[in-house]
């Protein structure tokens, strides 16, 4: 593959190309459904893959191919020149990479258990059994159960004319299982998954029985809960929803394409006090085994921590090559694609919110009227405007340091900086429980993001009735 990939890069550059990176995926993978009791889909899938990507006179060319010979490669070459020649007088900003050291390295897939190595039948049933546990917490009440699972092996090879070459294996697994329950016109979900960059340990190491009980019970529970209270309260979020916090609503903007697009709030707060004095906040891919854990990015760029904000001074963005050239910063190895016939993109990893010190114990008591929000269920955030929600899944009332009564379906909204700068305690634990999927410009890469337990002095509440008094 090496001799290929160096030949078409050398015609890249016979062809005017300043700059070019050619790279070529290929693997396998299984997907499974089970719903009601019924294999609701079971696939399997493979396939190979490959993206030219040419900076020519200031523009960028991209041509993508599912056939990767000499011949359809060296077509890329030429579509991707013209594409770049044709884009070239209308560019107002310049393409342009920073300059880094080449690196040459060989990457091998680190698992305990190659999924490949567990017979298909076995992991439909292991999935089945999943999904009829839930089911079996109440037979009458549980209208709907869903279970997935996920596992896949790749091999990629990136190159470029700067004299790059890596070959890297990867391997993931992936499941969750989703619970609907109803009594009367009461009808109520929940759902837990568990995703990482390792293999079928993912799935074998949980219990399921007691995975899928805690589920089921949760939904279940979520029925005798109340509707929420609407307001301003003081609040202690648990560390999925600070996760969901940190990803969505700080991480996307320090991603330096938004900064660059002016789409970002914190583009000028280099060095400026941006959250709490406790809040640190850092991305990354380094740590092992989590869902976003990587060696090297889509570039070929060695992987780094990125510290995104120290005591609440926001220290950096996250780079690809293209934007380290304009901010004129060394590349920091944040560039993603979702798969080879992608471009690379600024992307986050596992971006998480750092322990501090505090119990959660010592967190609730100096509350005398708050909400406890616990199980992040989806968020959005408005980078421009510095605007978020956030959607969790069941709360507590806090009333005089004492958890009381549960509510459902809480969504909460703020501005991001003064969300961060309500920090007031910063709990002593570490969760990832959000290993996913992220999307952004159609491309989707595996991401993990978590946090502690946080301490807010005030959140907004979208609800359906005042707060008690």
């Known amino acids: 593959m090496r001799e290929l990939v160096e030949q078409i890069l050398e015609a890249a550059r016979q062809a005017g190309a300043q700059f070019a990176d050619l790279r070529v ?16 889909r079971i696939s399997t899938g493979s396939g190979r893959a490959a993206g030219l990507r040419v900076l020519v006179d200031g523009a960028w060319g991209f041509a993508p191919t599912t056939t990767v010979t000499k011949r359809e490669l060296l077509r890329a070459v030429r579509e991707a020149t013209a594409m770049a020649r044709a884009a070239a007088p209308s560019v107002t900003e310049p393409g342009m990479v920073a ?22 039948a076995d992991r439909v049933a292991a999935i089945f059994e999943l999904e009829q546990a839930a089911r079996r917490e109440d037979t009458e009440r549980i209208t709907n159960t869903i279970a997935g699972y996920n596992d896949g092996f790749s091999r990629s090879w990136i190159g470029n004319t700067e004299g790059t070459y890596l070959e890297a294996e990867r391997v993931r697994c992936s499941f969750g299982l989703s619970v609907i329950a ?23 190491d949980v219990n399921g029985e007691e995975f899928a009980r805690e589920t089921a019970q949760r939904a279940l529970n979520l029925l005798e809960a109340s509707p929420p209270p609407a307001g301003k309260f003081e609040a202690i979020i648990d560390p999925k929803i600070t996760g969901l916090l940190v990803h969505e609503a700080f991480g996307h903007n320090c991603e330096a394409d938004a900064v660059w697009s002016g789409q970002s709030i914190v583009s000028d707060k280099i060095g400026e006090q941006v959250a709490a004095d406790t809040v640190n906040i850092v991305d990354d891919p380094l740590r092992e085994n989590l869902n976003g854990s990587f060696q090297y990015d889509s570039e070929g760029t060695p992987a780094q921590r990125h510290v995104l904000v120290e005591n609440g001074v926001l220290c950096g963005f996250l780079h690809s090559l293209e934007t380290a050239a304009q901010f004129d910063e060394p590349p920091n190895g944040a560039a993603r694609a979702g798969s080879a016939q992608d471009p690379p993109l600024v992307r986050m990893s596992n971006t998480y919110l750092e322990p501090g010190d505090w119990s959660f114990e010592e967190m609730i008591e100096g509350i005398k009227d708050g909400l406890y929000l616990a199980g992040g269920k989806w968020g959005y955030v408005y980078t421009a405007r510095g605007q978020f929600t956030c959607n969790a899944e ?22 991001t900086l003064d969300t961060f700068q309500h920090v007031t305690a910063v709990g002593n634990d570490l969760d990832f429980e959000m290993g996913g999927t992220c999307g952004k410009s159609g491309q989707g890469v595996p991401v993990d993001t978590g946090g502690p337990h946080l301490r807010l002095a005030e959140i907004v509440v979208g609800g359906h009735e005042e707060a008690e008094a």
């Open 25 to 40: 995926g290929e693997g396998s993978g299984v997907s499974i459904a089970v719903q009601d009791g019924q294999a609701d």
């Open 394 to 415: 069941h709360a507590y009332a806090i009333k005089h340091g004492e958890l009381g009564r549960h509510y459902r379906n809480v969504s909460f909204a703020g501005l």
């Open 99 to 120: 300059e880094i050291e080449p690196v040459e390295d060989s990457v091998e897939a680190q698992f305990r258990i190659d999924p490949r190595d567990i017979n298909l």
């Open 182 to 204: 109803q009594e009367g016109e009461v009808r109520q979900w929940a759902s837990e998954s568990r995703a990482g960059g390792r293999g079928y340990e993912v799935f074998e």
